[in-house]
Each structure stands twice: as structure tokens, then as C-alpha cells.
């Protein structure tokens, strides 16, 4: 038999991502951005959508939640892989999280990494006070690290509480393992405008990183972060190298973003999540 041009199959197994996220049809947020972060961070990704969005680059319009049935259909059919760990984006219904939860919990101790998708850049709503709630007492509890904006810290915890680390303890005390809060959008009071810096919380320990601050706005940053961990996690890591390591990508990633249009003031540069690949190297790059 002639194998001259027979296809190459690699034996070394790639660790599985199991996303469940939003639909964005820009490609800068949700599914599409999760699985390009999840494979160039070295992990294979299997993805369930939440809901599908009507959406541009500034802002979202429309959501429309899934059906949480086929939601768990979708799940059973991935039988075949060994998840490895599971990265939680935009749940846009209480009968969606029902299909999170029940999901999730398939696969008990595998690393579950949560986005807190709250509100869409350009400032649409995408979840309700009753929904917030039921993420904090049914999904909360499950998550190995949830990664918010400081926005979104202060939205998760109680009212009467005023500092980021009050704040991230109690997300904790609710059964979170790790709180990592990014500043990209809204700096910590007092910091250098010049630079961003993202905090670890864990019931042990802590730690700041500090990264040059970036010119412009970008959509999507925070699910490059969230995925980048999750395949990081995925892939062996230790909680405090992965955070740095998905933190890194995610930095490159938004400093090779790219405009669509230029002219429109209020649209956001998209993270060029697969810059290293040669054919965007050879042919795009500056």
C-alpha cells in the first residue's frame, strides 16, 4: 500500500477542554475565542454553547439562552473524551445554569475555571440579580478559580462591602478555591495608570502581577485569560504558574489585537489569539 501521502496522526494525547460559553459571531468573545486561546495554550477544545448573541465588536444587542436539554445532550455525546478540565463563560437563563450544573458535575474533580460574564462591553446587561444569586449558591461552590474584572468582584459580592480583598474572602468563604481579579478596565485606586495588575486570592496565599498597560480597548480579554488558564490547568500546571503563564499569553494576545475598523470609535480591537501560527506571522505582522 502506498502511505506516501497518508496523513500523519500524532500519538501524543492532547488534554481536553470542556468550554460552555456564548456564541459570539465576531469571533473576539465566547466559543470561537475560547477554542482558538484552549489550542494555541496547548489543549484540545470540545464546546457546548450557553446562547447565541447578536453582537459587534462595541457591543451586544440580542441573547438568546440555549436549550438546556440539548445542552446535556451535547455533553453525553462527549463521552468519548477525558475532559481534563472545564472553563464556565456567559450563562444567560437559570435553566442554562441548571444545564452548567448538572454538566459540571459529571466530571467531579476536574478543574473548573469560571468567566463571569456580567455585562457586555459596551455596557448591555447580560444577567439578572435572581441569576447572580443562583450562580452564587449552586455553581460557586464547584469552581476551582473564577476570574473577574473588578466590576463584576464588586457585582458577585455583598453590597455592604468595600475593598477587592473583602470581596474575594467572600467568594471564598462560598466555596470558591481561587479568585483571580483582573484591573484591565478599572485600575486598583492609587496604581500607576501605566500598568495593569491582576490579584490572586486563595485561602493560603496571594499575589499581584504587574503588565504594561496597553493602548486602546479590546473584546474578549477575559475569556483569552479564563481559557488560557483552563487549558494550562488542563494541561498540568499548578494553580500560581498557570495564572502567570495564561496571564502572559493573554498579554501578547492583546498587544498583536487587531482593529476591524479603524474609522469606528466605539469598536473594540480584537486579540489575535493565534499570532504565532506562521500563516498570521508571515502575512499579517508589521
Not at 470561537?32 to 489543549?43: F, K, L, N, T
Not at 463563560?89 to 452548567?100: Q, R, T
Not at 454538566?103 to 457586555?120: E, F, H, Q, S, T
Not at 479568585?179 to 496604581?191: I, Y
Request: hydrophobic share 40%; aromatic share 4%.
Amino acid at each position: 500500500m502506498d502511505t506516501t501521502h497518508a496523513p500523519r496522526v500524532a500519538n501524543r494525547q492532547l488534554p481536553a477542554v470542556l468550554v460552555m460559553a456564548g456564541h459570539d459571531p465576531t469571533g473576539g468573545a465566547g466559543l470561537v475565542a475560547d477554542a482558538e486561546a484552549i489550542s494555541a495554550c496547548g489543549a484540545w477544545p470540545l464546546t457546548i454553547a450557553t446562547a447565541l448573541t447578536v453582537q459587534s465588536s462595541a457591543d451586544v444587542t440580542t441573547v438568546m439562552p440555549c436549550d438546556p436539554d440539548a445542552m446535556r445532550n451535547m455533553a453525553a455525546a462527549l463521552d468519548e473524551f477525558s475532559v481534563a478540565a472545564i472553563k464556565v463563560g456567559l450563562v444567560a437563563s437559570l435553566e442554562s445554569l441548571d444545564a452548567v450544573v448538572d454538566i459540571v458535575r459529571r466530571y467531579p474533580g476536574v478543574p473548573l475555571v469560571m468567566d463571569p460574564v456580567l455585562k457586555a462591553g459596551g455596557g448591555r446587561e447580560l444577567s439578572s440579580l435572581e441569576l447572580r444569586d443562583a450562580f452564587r449558591e449552586r455553581l460557586l461552590p464547584l469552581v476551582d478559580i473564577i476570574t473577574p474584572n473588578r466590576s463584576e468582584l464588586a457585582r458577585l459580592a455583598s453590597d455592604d462591602l468595600l475593598s477587592d480583598t473583602d470581596r474575594a474572602i467572600e467568594l471564598l468563604s462560598l466555596g470558591c478555591q481561587a479568585v483571580l481579579v483582573t484591573a484591565t478596565d478599572d485600575p486598583l485606586p492609587g496604581s500607576d495608570r501605566r500598568q495593569v495588575i491582576h490579584t490572586l486570592h486563595t485561602p493560603d496565599e496571594g499575589r499581584q502581577w504587574h503588565w504594561p498597560r496597553l493602548p486602546g480597548r479590546f473584546h474578549g480579554s477575559g475569556c483569552t485569560l479564563a481559557a488560557a488558564l483552563a487549558a494550562r490547568l488542563a494541561c498540568g500546571e499548578r494553580l500560581m504558574p498557570a495564572c502567570e503563564q495564561a496571564q502572559r499569553y493573554t498579554w501578547e494576545s492583546l498587544e498583536h489585537a487587531w482593529l476591524p475598523a479603524p474609522q469606528r470609535p466605539e469598536g473594540q480591537a480584537l486579540p489575535r489569539r493565534l499570532w504565532r501560527h506562521p500563516a498570521w506571522s508571515d502575512r499579517y505582522d508589521d
